[in-house]
């Protein structure tokens, strides 16, 4: 299983990202797929996640700024980010399940600042 991760980069406080995390391989059966971050010295959180069923859920500290979203037919998500925050700067990893285990992409940074 491949998970590839991309759209991170520098953003102005207030802007807007699209992170995408596409997922290849032995991925039959994929059910969840989320999204976590890492700050700089701050243990990994979780920020979003879908099923397959559409149910997404959001953390407080992202809700009403992020959506979660995904392409079943591209095995697919995304993180459509806006109203950035210099807090939300971090490593952002896309997370998949498929029949009860586990595995992570690579990560893209995303970093607020003007």
């Known amino acids: 299983v491949q998970l590839q991760a991309s759209g991170g980069g520098l953003v102005q406080p207030g802007g807007s990202l699209r992170l995408s995390c596409a997922a290849s391989g032995s991925i039959f059966g994929l059910d969840y797929m989320g999204w976590y971050r890492q700050a700089p010295g701050e243990q990994r959180e979780w920020v979003a996640d879908s099923r397959r069923d559409g149910t997404r859920n959001y953390a407080d500290s992202v809700k009403g700024r992020f959506t979660i979203s995904r392409d079943n037919a591209k095995n697919t998500v995304y993180l459509q980010m806006n109203s950035l925050k210099p807090e939300d700067t971090a490593v952002y990893y896309c997370?998949?399940?498929?029949?009860?285990?586990?595995?992570w992409g690579q990560g893209t940074l995303v970093t607020v600042s003007s």
């Open positions: 997370q998949i399940g498929v029949k009860g285990r586990v595995y």
